[in-house]
């Protein structure tokens, strides 16, 4: 496989990143990420079993731990615990993989129904977390910074600082 460079994340650890994915950016995106940990068990093309943690996901993938024998274009099954203790069954295949890190993974031929389960569970996860936040994980994720209609803490700021300037001018219209 052809590389285009090195990233260093720390002394410790390099990814490689594969041509393939030399101009992939998060304008490509289908799906809205979630980082949540949620256990999972990989399932080999040989059927082994090895429990993993999914540190994102969305409807369309996850990044999951690393495995060691999974490799760029391996196709596997991630089964998935539902709330009701029924485990949902995904074929998956390997985009990429960063060495000792972890593996981005794409959910294949996965029907509107999956997909429902998997928003379900991210749902009762930020919910659990704390942040019963109502958000549509089949909604596309902003391709720009612009276009992100989601409230931002800069906006809160932005608001004060033109109302105290508003203030300071002298000009009561508030």
Known sequence: MQQIGRIEKSAHRTFTVPAIFKSMSINQRKHIRF????????VSKFGEKHETLLQQISIGGCFTEWEENIYTGDEFRLEIP???????????????????????????????????????????????AGLPL?????????????????????????????????????????
């Open 35 to 42: 980082s949540l940990d949620i256990p999972a068990t990989l």
């Open 134 to 174: 109502v958000i549509d994980a089949f909604k596309s994720p902003s391709k720009f910074v612009e276009d992100d209609e989601s409230i931002k803490i800069t906006d809160l700021r932005e608001s004060k600082d033109k109302i105290l300037e508003r203030i300071m001018s002298g000009d009561n219209a508030v």
């Open 82 to 128: 539902l709330a009701n203790g029924n485990k949902l069954p995904l074929r998956s295949k390997a985009l990429y993989r960063f060495d000792d890190t972890g593996i981005g993974v794409q959910f294949v031929g996965i029907t509107k129904f999956e997909q429902e389960l998997i928003a379900k569970l991210i749902e009762k996860r930020l919910e659990d």
